[in-house]
Each structure stands twice: as structure tokens, then as C-alpha cells.
């Protein structure tokens, strides 16, 4: 399988390019020599989002634009294909034109865990959730004392790119779930991120903060309309996002305790991040998990007694 790379001048003319594709396990490569007008054209595309088809000088050859991925047929050779996305980032820099990052948008589907809860679990206890059976799966890790848990966690913004277990990645979403909320109403939905073009539009929504491409990313975002209290909507929307809030502690305190590590990024153009979640919902915090690359000591904390403020008869 042949990826594509990047873009490089071409040998031939000032103004034309080559298109740079990698094989994953070998030194090999793919190049698509463009000339000035092929690459004007493919500009053009790719600056204004449409689809098209771009003829090239062989009277054979083409290049074939989508919304999602743009196809190579070049003469007596394999097809070669990139994400538009992916494509529409390196022609559009390296042509210095300027560019907004696309919005990606993936609908949310809905969440199905690996477990499910038998016939005999529901009927020995009425009470018995899925949340309580994924919590109570016997997988678990050792050191999980909860204030060894926070005593030990660490921001981590260097991720090994081993994929996290999906019971643990179950275990971190059903701890959002035990968060208390204002009324109990859980005025918050969790986005779990697992499309790539997301993640990588998420980067850009949150400064630029490149590690928020990790193995697991969950955005929260506030639901003051859960709220059904008869508050003002001020308040609901501070409700909305303190269960946000709580409910993002606690998925962080559950990765720690399942021997992952985690970044909090509350730097987000909210905007932006409703448009890459199709959402409407403010979102207040971005989680960012997978195994750090480094074990980290904790972080200094400022003196008990600045924190603490008695008040006392
Ligand atoms: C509300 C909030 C917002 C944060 N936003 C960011 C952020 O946008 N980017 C980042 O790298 N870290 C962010 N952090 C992580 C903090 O920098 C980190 O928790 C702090 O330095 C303490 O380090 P520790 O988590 O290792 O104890 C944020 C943390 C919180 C609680």
C-alpha cells in the first residue's frame, strides 16, 4: 500500500510539481508529474471544494477530485489515491495559497460497548445497568487506590501510538456516567472521536495543539436543555457546564487509573469544534488519552495552607 507524502519541485519546469507517494514497508516510491497548467487546474479544485477531473498531457492519465478522496488513473501503472483533505492541505501550502482547514463533518452514530448484559444478570437484579456491568468487568488494573490515582496523575502531551483496549476505553466512557450532575438531569453528551479527518480538524480547532491527535479523544460538550430545572438560562448553562466539566474529571481520573495518561485541552475555538461535531452544543473540554511515551513525576502544587481558606467561630 503506497501513501501519499508530499510535494516537491519538479525536475522539469520552475512551475510544475511532483506528487510524492511512499510505500509503508519499502524505500519505494510513486511520482505524478504535474506540469504549470495541470497544476493550476488541481489548485482551482481543490481551492474552491469542487469535484472535477483533472486531464492530464498523455491524453490518458487523469486525476479524479471528490469530496473525499481524489483518485490517480495514470497510464500502464496502479491507481494511486489520497484524501482530498489531506491532498487540499499540501497543494494549497505548498502553492502558498491561502486556506481554511475543511470542516469534516462524520454524523454521530450511536454507542454499542463490547458488553452486553445477559438474560440472567437483568433478571437476578432489575437494577442492574450497563454502566454497572462494564464498571464491575473483571479486567481491571492494580493500581487503582483512587488518591494514589490523583496523587500520580500527569498531563502527558506525547502519546506511543498503541491503540487503548477497547474494555478500557468503555470503562473511561461508563465513568463519565457515575459523575453527579446538577438535578441528576446529565445536562452533557460526550463526542467519542474515532474518525481520523476529525481528529486531525480538532488539532487546528484547538491552536494547533498537535497532541490532540491522540489514541482516544473524547470531546464534552454542554446540554443546558437536559436541565429541567426552573432556573434562569444563565444558570442552567453553568449547570451544563460543570456536569460537563465533572463528568470530563472523571473519564481522566478512570484513563489514570487504567494506567493510561491524558492531556485536558480547554484551549478550543468552541465555533469551530461545533462545526467538526455537527453540533449545536457548546463544548467545554477536549480529553485527550493514550499510553505517554514517558513516565512524568508530579507536577509541584502551591502550599495547603494558601489553598485552604478556614472560616471558624
Ligand atoms: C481547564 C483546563 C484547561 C487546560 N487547557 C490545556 C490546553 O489547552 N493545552 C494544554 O496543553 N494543557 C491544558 N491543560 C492542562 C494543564 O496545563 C495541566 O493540567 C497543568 O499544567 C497541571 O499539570 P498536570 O496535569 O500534569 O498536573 C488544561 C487544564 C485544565 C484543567
Known sequence: ??????????????????????EVNEDEQHVVLL???????????????NSGTVKLED?????????????????????????????????????????EPLYVQVPSKEFYPSISVHKDETTKSKEKTLL?????????VSESDLFRVMSTRRSTRKFIKTKVEDW????????????????NFQGLEVFYIKDKNAKEALIEAANNQPY?????????????KRVKIKFPPQMLEKFSLQDATIAAVH?????????LSSIWIGMIDE?????????????????????????????????LKDLIHVLEN
Not at 473519564?251 to 494506567?259: D, H, I, K, T, V
Open 1 to 22: 500500500m503506497s501513501n501519499f507524502t508530499n510535494i516537491e519541485p519538479s525536475y522539469l519546469s520552475k512551475e510544475g510539481c511532483r506528487l510524492i507517494w511512499k
Open 35 to 49: 506540469n504549470k497548467e495541470e497544476f493550476e487546474q488541481l489548485i482551482e479544485f481543490l481551492k474552491n471544494n
Open 59 to 99: 491524453n490518458f492519465s487523469e486525476i479524479l477530485i471528490n469530496s473525499d478522496v481524489t483518485q490517480f488513473r495514470l497510464k500502464d501503472r496502479d491507481q494511486l489515491e489520497v484524501d482530498t483533505s489531506e491532498l487540499r492541505t499540501q497543494v494549497l501550502d505548498y502553492a502558498k495559497v491561502p486556506h
Open 132 to 140: 454497572d456491568v462494564i464498571l464491575s468487568t473483571k479486567e481491571t
Open 168 to 183: 478500557k476505553i468503555e470503562k473511561i466512557l461508563a465513568a463519565a456516567d457515575t459523575a453527579p450532575s446538577a438535578g
Open 212 to 224: 490532540v491527535n491522540a489514541p482516544l479523544v473524547l470531546v464534552f460538550c454542554m446540554n443546558p
Open 251 to 259: 473519564s481522566q481520573l478512570a484513563s489514570s487509573a487504567l494506567g
Open 271 to 303: 465555533e469551530k469544534v461545533k462545526k467538526i461535531l455537527g453540533t449545536d452544543l457548546r463544548p467545554s473540554s477536549i480529553l485527550c488519552i493514550g499510553y505517554a511515551a514517558a513516565k512524568k513525576p508530579p507536577k509541584p502544587r502551591r502550599n
